[in-house]
C-alpha cells in the first residue's frame, strides 16, 4: 500500500481531489461487477415496490446493506491503489461511515443538484466513486468545483442546470476508476441522457473521532474483519 506522491499531495491540497484509473481491475473487477448485477437484479423487485407505494425515487437505487452480501464490497474499501493516500490524508485515522452501491437510471435529469457533504467544522470527509461500468460524457458522470473544498472557496449557489455550474469539472472513465474527493468541496453528479445506467460504488469515509466511533454500526460483519487495522477501520476497535 503506498501513501501519495508529492505531486498527488499537492493536488489534493490545491483542488480536493484525485483520480485512480484502473483502480480495481482484472478478475478482481469481474468479480465486483458480477457481484453488483446479482444483487441490484435480486433487489430491484423491492425497490420498485418501495417506489410504487411513494416511498422512493425512480431516479437512483442503492442495494441495501451491501456489506453483507458480498465480500468483494469490502475488500474494496481498504483496496491498496487509493488507501494508502486517503490513510495519510486522515492523519492515519480513516474510519469507515457507509458504502452506497448505485445505479443511475437514464433519466432527463440529475438525482441530485450541486452541493457540499459537510460544513468545514466536521471532521474531514472524504469519498471515493468507484466505476463499475464504463462511464462516458453524458451518462451520469460525477463532476466537482476544484478548489472548493477550500475554507476560502466560494461563496457557491446551486444553479437550475448542471452545467451552469462555474469552474467544475467532470470525471469520465472505464470501469474500475475511482475519484477521491473532499466531501466538504461541491461536486454532483451529471445528467445521465444515455441509454444504459451508470454503476458506481461510492465508499464514504472520515478523519476518526470519538463521536462518530461506534461499534455496533458493522457488528455483522465483525467476523470477515481479521487484522487489528480493518477492525479498527470499521470501528470494531478502539
Not at 36 to 54: N, P, Q, S, V, Y
Not at 189 to 213: C, F, W
Request: proline share 8%.
Amino acid at each position: 500500500m503506498r501513501g501519495p506522491t508529492e505531486a498527488q499531495t499537492r493536488q489534493w491540497q490545491e483542488d480536493g481531489f484525485l483520480v485512480f484509473p484502473g483502480a480495481i481491475a482484472g478478475e478482481q473487477l469481474q468479480r465486483l461487477q458480477r457481484a453488483f448485477d446479482h444483487w441490484a437484479e435480486r433487489c430491484k423487485a423491492d425497490w420498485l415496490d418501495r417506489i410504487d407505494r411513494g416511498e422512493q425515487a425512480a431516479t437512483y437505487y442503492d442495494i441495501p446493506d451491501p456489506l453483507d452480501k458480498d465480500e468483494i464490497f469490502i475488500d474494496i474499501v481498504d483496496h491498496p491503489s487509493y488507501f494508502g493516500c486517503l490513510s495519510e490524508f486522515t492523519g492515519g485515522q480513516p474510519i469507515v461511515l457507509a458504502e452506497q452501491v448505485r445505479t443511475v437510471p437514464p433519466w432527463p435529469f440529475s438525482y441530485t443538484s450541486w452541493h457540499p457533504d459537510v460544513p468545514h467544522s466536521n471532521p474531514l470527509h472524504i469519498k471515493v466513486q468507484i466505476y463499475v461500468n464504463d462511464v462516458a460524457p453524458g451518462r451520469g458522470e460525477f463532476a466537482f468545483v476544484p478548489g472548493s473544498h477550500k475554507r476560502s472557496a466560494g461563496p457557491y449557489t446551486r444553479p437550475l442546470r448542471q452545467e451552469s455550474m462555474p469552474g467544475y469539472r467532470t470525471f469520465t472513465g472505464a470501469a474500475g476508476t475511482a475519484v477521491m474527493f473532499n466531501a466538504r468541496g461541491w461536486h454532483a453528479a451529471m445528467d445521465n441522457h444515455g441509454g444504459t445506467p451508470r454503476k458506481s460504488i461510492i465508499l464514504i469515509y472520515e478523519q476518526r473521532t470519538a463521536g462518530r466511533v461506534d461499534a455496533g454500526t458493522f457488528s455483522s460483519i465483525a467476523h470477515l474483519c481479521t487484522t487489528p487495522e480493518r477492525r479498527r477501520l470499521f470501528s470494531l476497535e478502539q
